[in-house]
């Protein structure tokens, strides 16, 4: 285990602090000011490389039964297939993954909301199995 106090850490200025970044700014030494702006989930960032926009493309929501996913087409993404170039596709919103046995989902855009049920079997006594 190796610990290191403040006073032996050099001093440098956080790029970050001074930036204009709508949403998240990551440190970088490769960008030239030293940070780059990237935004959440859903969202894609504007030419301006500062603004982060919400993403209204259309989207696919799949669901397994432990998981519910959702991936957004780009509009020069004609269908999706076995021969699709997967760089096509991202993440449109962060994975529902507390599901147990799920079946079936609905999604309420106007709240951006998903619903979903799960399987629960009893026995004819009435314990859970």
């Excluded at 926009?53 to 959702?70: A, E």
């Amino acid at each position: 285990m190796k610990i290191s106090h403040q006073i032996y850490q050099p001093f440098e200025l956080n790029p970050c602090q001074q930036a204009r970044c709508s949403q998240l700014c990551l440190l970088s030494n490769v960008a030239p000011a030293g940070y780059t702006c990237v935004c959440s989930t859903g969202f894609f960032l504007e030419r301006d490389q500062i603004t982060c926009s919400k993403d209204y493309s259309p989207f696919i929501i799949y669901m397994k039964r432990n998981i519910i996913g959702g991936i957004s087409v780009r509009h020069d993404q004609k269908y999706i297939d076995e021969n699709s170039n997967y760089d096509d596709l991202w993440e449109r919103f962060v994975p529902v993954t507390d599901i147990h046995d799920g079946y079936e989902f609905a999604f309420d855009e106007v709240n951006e909301t998903i619903y979903w049920a799960q399987i629960k079997s009893f026995l004819p006594d009435g314990t859970s199995t």
